[in-house]
Antibody, heavy 119, light 108 residues
Framework: QVQLQESGPGLVKPSETLSLTCAVSGYSISSGYYWGWIRQPPGKGLEWIGSIYHSGSTYYNPSLKSRVTISVDTSKNQFSLKLSSVTAADTAVYYC????????????WGQGTLVTVSS | SYVLTQPPSVSVAPGQTARITCGGNNIGSKSVHWYQQKPGQAPVLVVYDDSDRPSGIPERFSGSNSGNTATLTISRVEAGDEADYYCQVWDSSSDHYVFGTGTKVTVL
């Protein structure tokens, strides 16, 4: 069974870059699947950030596209999120998740990690 | 961009049926996925591709999709079904995903 675990700083200063990593176990990233990031501001709904295929093809939320980079490291079996020029509005629980194919539902999720943007 | 609208809340008595709607322009032409999220937990996929259930999801959870409305139906509601529910689609015209606004289901 696929397991995902997010890691990264819990506090980021405004205007800096948020960086998170999602370690995948129970499955080799290079075997297929799509990998994605979703976030949830405190007390609010889910927001799709973007997804990546093991080959490196990426898909981003248009509202975040100018600030987001998702990458994959098959040698470490992990994928990463970078969000630049963060503000308080980027404070959220960030989840990593997997997609069996692009267009399907996210079937496996990490537990989520809270990132607070504050000076 | 594509918008999915859900009612903020639905209340249902134990043993009854809860229906959660997800409205979107011609949503019937898209595949809809549904997630259950309990407080402090990650979302769980309960229905995918309109009406299919992942392994381990009770048959009490079912879905339908037609026209401008998709519906998640929870039959014989239990106290453990109390949660937030989100619909989601892949918008092929823009090649990205969209989540609905979310519905809080309260079991009376």
């Amino acid at each position: 069974q696929v397991q995902l675990q997010e890691s990264g700083p819990g506090l980021v200063k405004p205007s800096e870059t948020l960086s998170l990593t999602c370690a995948v176990s129970g499955y080799s990233i290079s075997s297929g699947y799509y990998w994605g990031w979703i976030r949830q501001p405190p007390g609010k709904g889910l927001e799709w950030i973007g997804s990546i295929y093991h080959s490196g093809s990426t898909y981003y939320n248009p509202s975040l596209k100018s600030r987001v980079t998702i990458s994959v490291d098959t040698s470490k079996n992990q994928f990463s999120l970078k969000l630049s020029s963060v503000t308080a509005a980027d404070t959220a629980v960030y989840y990593c998740a997997s997609l069996y194919y692009y267009g399907s539902g996210y079937d496996y999720w990490g537990q989520g990690t809270l990132v607070t943007v504050s000076s | 961009s594509y918008v999915l609208t859900q009612p903020p809340s639905v209340s249902v008595a134990p043993g009854q049926t809860a229906r959660i709607t997800c409205g979107g322009n011609n949503i019937g032409s898209k595949s809809v996925h549904w997630y259950q999220q309990k407080p402090g937990q990650a979302p769980v996929l309960v229905v995918y591709d309109d009406s299919d259930r992942p392994s381990g999801i009770p048959e009490r959870f079912s879905g339908s999709n037609s026209g401008n409305t998709a519906t998640l139906t929870i039959s014989r509601v239990e106290a453990g079904d109390e949660a937030d529910y989100y619909c989601q689609v892949w918008d092929s015209s823009s090649d990205h995903y969209v989540f609905g606004t979310g519905t809080k289901v309260t079991v009376l």
